[in-house]
């Protein structure tokens, strides 16, 4: 099941926090749910990338392999994503139409080469909505608190975590590959991405 992706900004949500799985500090619980998360590498046309918000991140950016090697150097993913800011005007200029799924792209990237950790910490959510908490703006990848007993907003990147828990559900074992995007300028490095053969990659081998 998609996400149905008309006005996805104005698909707004309410959610009970005591019944959710409401991530947002890395630290926290459910916290490897985040982008933020470090733990979880991934390896994309060889190269490699230390969190899924840094391969988001980049992926704006197609026709700047330059940029995109700044926000994959760094080291922090808070910091790859502060990185992108100044260039934000040289994002690709169908960005609000793709996001969606490239940060699905990403999400099953995380998974399938990171498939113990990263499918232990969507199950543990069992079948609670899974949210991502915002503590100002109920932007559109999270939601935020308008009562104590009230989170409200997009959450996409929650609802995309469902969307993936769900499909985890059905796979007893990660696939061989996962096809690239059927988007133009789906590049990394001057490279068109190809199909990413999935590795299980631990940090110790890849940084
Ligand atoms: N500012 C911030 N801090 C965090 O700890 C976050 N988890 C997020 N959210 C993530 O930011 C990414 C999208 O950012 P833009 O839409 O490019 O601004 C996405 O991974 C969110 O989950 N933000």
Redesign the pocket.
Known sequence: MGLNFDHLENQVRTYAPSDSAVF???REKFGGL???AAGFPLLVNGVKIRT??AL??AM?FPTRPDVQELILGEIS??TA?MR?KPFREFTRDDWSSV?VPI?RWCLRLKLYQNWEKFGHALRETGSLPIV?K?TKHA????AKYVEPDELIGPNI?GRLLMELRDDLEQMPSPPEHLAPLNLKQFLLLGREIEAVRIVQSPVSILF
């Open positions: 947002w500090k890395t985040s982008n933020m899924s918000e988001y991140q704006r993913p808070m994503k992108s996001r940060m991502e915002k932007d559109f990848w999270g990147l």
